[in-house]
């Protein structure tokens, strides 16, 4: 699987159940959400956006989604929403791993600048460096419509949180790529 | 990373912390245990015993571990304790895949052979078949003292439970392997 395809498998619907370890206290969190996974264009205006704020040249870009969430945790009434863009720029001499420039849409929030890379086994790990935080995310598909996903978040040297995440297809497969 | 190196850095007393999710009724439900994984050695009589079991002439055996666990699940007041014997059997020809024999320690329950491989990202991803049963597990280490694992299991064409387990050493690190 290469990236391009990874975006595509993602388009759609989903329902996203979520559990974090906190892995210093050892309790659990939960949350439930519907997260729309929408393909742009590489040359739409938010995804040329994100590469100027990344530095990144944008025809280098291979694929662009935006992602919107709308979900609760735990017992929160509150509903939890937003969106982000992101866009994989592949690294030129191998395409299986590369960058990924991520935006939220959250004012004042500057893009960052992840790194993605995908193993012989359709893994796709992502690693997001800021400071002093790590965050690495290990993704892949269970089936067309059953996706999993798996973060640790390091502070320092301290891993603090593990979080689960189980996404079930609410609407129809996206259609093969041409 | 190969097989040996996964069941070495594997050695050792752990803290896990399980959440299965329902694919179906999307409900949760927990676990926490204490496991313990012990290295065997190949010639070991219950090393042997499993792999005359399932067939494989036992010099063929590249490591051999007990796994013992000992927990509770949700509310359930009642302790669940179990162990089970698993031996890694590679391809002669490629290394990074082969069998993976496991006996649970149950009376009248027969030992199961299943399979393993080691991706580029050093990730271990089981599959178990048996029957109309398919359990998929993918394991690997966040650090040398936590270890994540992912199972998905299909009854027929449904996919009805996805888990996730975080485990963190209790013990210190095993010796490096001479």
């Known amino acids: 699987m290469n990236i391009e395809e990874f975006f595509h498998q993602s388009a759609g619907k989903w329902f996203s159940h979520r559990t974090g370890h906190n892995l210093e206290c050892k309790q659990s969190e939960h949350g439930k959400s519907e997260i729309v996974f929408e393909i742009l264009p590489t040359d739409h205006l938010e995804a040329i956006a994100v590469c100027q704020e990344c530095k990144v040249d944008p025809p280098l870009a291979a694929c662009c989604a935006k992602i919107t969430w709308n979900g609760t945790?735990?017992?929160?009434?509150?509903k939890q929403t937003g969106s982000t863009v992101v866009v994989s720029v592949p690294d030129p001499e191998n395409r299986s791993s590369g960058k990924l420039l991520q935006k939220m849409a959250v004012p004042q929030k500057t893009a960052?600048?992840?790194h993605y890379s995908i193993g012989s086994d359709d893994v796709v790990t992502l690693t997001v460096k800021r400071e002093n935080f790590t965050s690495i995310e290990r993704l892949w598909f269970a089936s067309p419509n059953l996706r999993m996903r798996v973060s640790v978040n390091q502070q320092g040297d301290e891993f603090n949180l593990a979080s689960f995440t189980s996404e079930i297809r609410m609407g129809v497969a996206p259609p093969a790529k041409a």
């Open 73 to 78: 945790m735990d017992a929160d009434e509150k």
């Open 112 to 114: 960052v600048v992840g």
